[in-house]
């Protein structure tokens, strides 16, 4: 099982035709400007953060956060956080080698760093 995190924008109406019985049809598309996958074995790490950071990665929704620009200080402080204290999270390292220390930082780093990018993209975390 794994987390994915989307940055993307505003909601777009598609129109098209149906290649088969040529009828039109609307659809609702998003562009995705950043998407990252990580194991759900990770969690445990945002945990010993702190449970607002487990929230604000696994379940943004519920700390009302939409907009990436709601992230990006909270994701440069747990950044911090983490990499300061190496140890206290490294020993959170899962037995069966899915997801290390070293991915936490990786992801945490790229997704602050989209969401100073894309600081109006909509956050989307998909579990």
């Not at 598609?14 to 950043?34: A, L, S, V």
Request: aromatic share 12%; net charge negative.
């Amino acid at each position: 099982m794994s987390l994915t995190v989307y940055l993307v924008g505003p909601e777009q109406q598609i129109t098209d035709t149906c290649p088969h019985c040529k009828q039109p049809y609307t659809t609702t598309e998003r562009q995705i400007y950043y998407e990252h996958d990580i194991t759900h074995n990770l969690n445990k790490m945002a945990m010993e953060a702190g449970d607002d950071y487990y929230k604000m990665l696994w379940r943004p929704e519920e700390l009302d956060i939409n907009t990436a620009n709601q992230l990006t200080s909270e994701l440069k402080t747990l950044l911090e956080i983490i990499t300061q204290q190496p140890q206290r999270f490294k020993r959170l390292n899962p037995t069966n080698g899915w997801g290390t220390y070293q991915d936490f930082v990786s992801f945490v780093a790229t997704y602050l760093r989209a969401t100073q990018k894309f600081p109006d993209a909509y956050v989307i975390a998909q579990r």
